[in-house]
């Protein structure tokens, strides 16, 4: 007869997370700014032997010890059966590869422990510059163990603007837009918590994205009380067939109408 699935408690998932994503810190800056094996994957996607180290960390620390729930990690084999579990962990073991490889702090670890198709736990953290964010769905965030929020700016003009700038100088943009400071992180997950710390005021991506890449940061964002959707409104789900997303809009409250009247009515390919 089979043993009965242990039921595990939203705080007992979180230690194990976030002890899991300090630990795998540790393991990534014993690969920092050192001579790294590195290789190409999928056209023009580089990954090093951390990245994969890192992976196999997080999956022996949180599958093994959670072997109910779906696992999705940009460094392992899809495996359909996650789309049958009611919590998923949803893994980049780090993102911002080539700021890492290139030896820049840039790059963050980044967790989320999905259910419904939402995250409702999620740890991103930089070693390179001890930054730790956490959050739990209903409970907000916090940065080293303190409380934080998104900032309350309305205006574009003079907006930290976390995105790729000569997007906005695109001859196709029926206004121009105005100045704005551009903040540049190869890690799209880190762009998004300097936001939710009120580091930057928005974040802007017009190209897909993949569920790893935005899960933890998400949930980081929504409980700093701030916004994220796709460019065109919609709020983001996750653990899909296709776990892509084709863009991303994230604002404070006061900043998001502004910036969705300039972006929203975009026709963009599918993901």
Excluded at 26 to 43: P, V
């Amino acid at each position: 007869m089979q043993a009965p699935e242990t039921i595990h408690t939203r705080s007992e998932d979180r230690a194990l997370l976030n002890a899991a994503v300090c630990e795998a810190g540790r393991i990534a800056l014993t690969y920092y700014q050192t001579e790294l094996k590195t290789w190409m994957k999928g056209g023009d996607d580089i990954v090093t032997e951390a990245d994969i180290a890192v992976n196999d960390q997080l999956q022996k620390s949180l599958a093994f010890a959670r072997p109910a729930y779906g696992w999705l990690s940009e460094e392992s084999k899809d495996d359909a059966r996650r789309l049958s579990c009611d919590r998923v962990w949803v893994v980049d073991p780090i993102d911002g590869t080539r700021a890492f490889a290139r030896g820049h702090p840039h790059f963050t670890i980044s967790v989320a422990l999905v259910e419904a198709g939402r995250p409702v736990l999620a740890a991103l953290f930089n070693p390179a510059t001890d930054e730790f964010f956490e959050a739990e769905a209903a409970a907000g965030s916090l940065l080293n163990g303190k409380p934080i929020k998104v900032g309350k700016r309305s205006a574009i003009e003079g907006a930290r603007m976390a995105a790729f700038a000569p997007m906005f100088k695109h001859p196709a943009w029926p206004a121009p837009w105005p100045e704005m400071e551009f903040i540049e992180r190869n890690s799209v997950a880190y762009r998004i918590a300097l936001f939710a710390c009120d580091a930057a005021d928005a974040a802007i991506a017009l190209n897909s994205k993949n569920d790893w890449d935005l899960a933890a940061a998400d949930l980081i964002l929504h409980e700093a009380g701030g916004q994220l959707t796709s460019h065109d409104g919609k709020l983001l789900i996750y653990n899909r067939e296709l776990p892509r997303h084709r863009s991303l809009l994230a604002a404070g409250p006061d900043l998001y109408r502004p910036l969705f009247d300039r972006v929203g009515a975009l026709k963009l390919p599918n993901a």
